[in-house]
């Protein structure tokens, strides 16, 4: 069973990085596609970015590309979001999300963490 963790959020000026971690307490996503979903105030949750199983390139929005990396570190069952050059617009809770099979930009994950904040500001 997959079991979500996100730490990482807190509050940062624009320009600046943080990073957020996913961990899997259930040690079983290391064959799953992992995504990074936000969520701002009054705003549908949207797609940030992805990785396959594999260990394909990741898939970025076009807001964040050139600006957040997704890596995974299965070994330790963690997902990493690196954002950097963060913008207020990039202000929002920060979902891990996991399924099997191929990356979907989509909502349509399985597994949800409950969510970090992020706050960018200016």
């Known amino acids: 069973q997959v079991q979500l963790v996100e730490t990482g959020g807190g509050l940062v000026q624009a320009g600046g990085s943080l990073r957020l971690s996913c961990v899997d307490f259930?040690?079983?996503?290391?064959?799953?596609?992992v995504s990074w979903f936000r969520q701002a105030p009054g705003k549908e949750r949207e797609f940030v970015a992805a990785?396959?199983?594999?260990?394909?390139?990741?898939v970025y929005a076009d807001s964040v590309k050139g600006r957040f990396t997704i890596s995974r570190d299965d070994a330790k069952n963690m997902v990493y979001l690196q954002m950097n050059s963060l913008k207020p617009e990039d202000t929002a809770v920060y979902y891990c999300?996991?399924?099997?099979?191929?990356?979907?930009?989509?909502?349509?994950?399985?597994?949800w963490g409950q969510g970090t904040q992020v706050t960018v500001s200016s």
């Open positions: 999300a996991a399924r099997a099979g191929r990356v979907l930009t989509t909502s349509r994950y399985d597994y």
């Open positions: 259930g040690r079983t996503f290391s064959t799953y596609s």
């Open positions: 990785i396959k199983w594999n260990f394909e390139d990741g």
